[in-house]
T-cell receptor, first 114, second 117 residues
């Protein structure tokens, strides 16, 4: 067990569907992140949360909507996605967003948009 | 903005041999962190080794070591005595030293390492 758990592991959804990705950490970390990993591209930071407050949003389309109800849980709500949104979505947590020390990643959700 | 470049999409090494993965980066900052992450088929990103830019001594972790050339902005990873379990994607990553958005990791495109018998 990595300490950061992501569900589901795989997700196939139509362009008109609404789904959510879940991330959970019990490491006592107070910062959580969403990254997008596409083939042959560098990982892209999507969102950063510190103590449940969003501190960074890297020009992500509004069809991706993050939610951080507490410091242990992070969600990514998806609606009306496009095929180019198909990717591996990685969640990570760290001790403190200002230092980034102790970055821990989950195993990701493989998303396919059809 | 910082960029990280990994020019080797794929590398292959025989078991027990040594392999070096290349990474270059571009930054105007003087203090920062550099990392190598390993991503096996399980998909979890695992930290392999970390280097603080202000340290002249190259970091080592068991069979893994780096060659950090700050002036050249180069940060290569050497894997000695390669093992089958080393087969994975390897990502080079950069993080700024300063506060604010400092925790953002900037990644390269990765190098897929194959280990053969």
């Amino acid at each position: 067990e990595t300490g950061v758990t992501q569900t589901p592991r795989h997700l196939v959804m139509g362009m008109t569907n609404k789904k959510s990705l879940k991330c959970e950490q019990h490491l006592g970390h107070n910062a959580m992140y969403w990254y997008k990993q596409s083939a042959k591209k560098p990982l892209e930071l999507m969102f950063v949360y510190s103590l449940e407050e969003r501190v960074e949003n890297n020009s992500v389309p509004s069809r991706f909507s993050p939610e951080c109800p507490n410091s242990s849980h992070l969600f990514l709500h998806l609606h009306t996605l496009q095929p180019e949104d198909s990717a591996l979505y990685l969640c990570a947590s760290s001790q403190d967003w200002r230092t980034g020390y102790g970055y821990t990643f989950g195993s990701g959700t493989r998303l396919t948009v059809v | 903005a910082q960029t990280v470049t990994q020019s080797q999409p794929e590398m292959s090494v025989q078991e027990a041999e040594t392999v070096t993965l290349s990474c270059t980066y571009d930054t105007s900052e003087s203090d920062y962190y550099l990392f190598w992450y390993k991503q096996p088929p399980s998909r979890q990103m695992i930290l392999v080794i970390r280097q603080e830019a202000y340290k002249q001594q190259n970091a080592t972790e068991n069979r893994f070591s780096v060659n950090f050339q700050k002036a050249a902005k180069s940060f290569s990873l050497k894997i000695s005595d390669s093992q089958l379990g080393d087969a994975a994607m390897y990502f080079c990553a950069y993080r700024s030293w300063e506060g604010g958005t400092a925790s953002k990791l900037t990644f390269g495109t990765g190098t897929r390492l194959q280990v053969t018998l």
